[in-house]
């Protein structure tokens, strides 16, 4: 893990280092962001709705980003993935931490559940 970010929403991202060797003294430099965020009833239109989502869905959803860029020479490791992680924190931010993303966000994944369930997977399952 390199860090967690609280955000004012109450939503705390996890970034995670998942840098691995690509090729002579290349690397591809790749930062994992998550947020678990948990289903509220207020999220949903009816007490059905929600025990649906719940039953699909697990008490949370997962939000992820990755970070990545490849071929990075060793010598540009740090350099890279702290561009990386410092572009994720002046773009990200912003829409992470409005009080409207948790509701959309599980709303939207809710539909892709309801569209399509075979195709969506629990990372927690």
């Not at 970034?15 to 591809?28: A, I, M, N, S, W």
């Not at 572009?87 to 931490?97: H, I, K, M, P, Q």
């Not at 509701?103 to 539909?111: A, H, I, L, T, W």
């Amino acid at each position: 893990m390199v860090e967690t970010i609280t955000l004012d929403s109450a939503l705390h991202i996890t970034l995670e280092d998942q840098t691995r060797h690509y090729f002579g003294g290349y690397f591809h430099v790749k930062v994992l962001a998550w947020c678990d965020i948990p289903l509220q009833l207020g999220y949903f239109e009816n007490d059905a709705e929600y025990s649906c989502a719940v039953i699909k869905m697990g008490m949370s959803v997962r939000f992820e980003r990755i970070l990545e860029k490849m071929a990075v020479p060793e010598s540009g490791l740090e350099s890279v993935r702290s561009q990386l992680i410092q572009a994720f924190r002046e773009t990200a931010r912003v829409y992470l931490s409005n009080a409207d993303f948790a509701p959309r966000f599980v709303r939207s994944e809710f539909q892709k559940h309801v569209k399509k369930p075979s195709q969506i997977r629990n990372p927690r399952a």
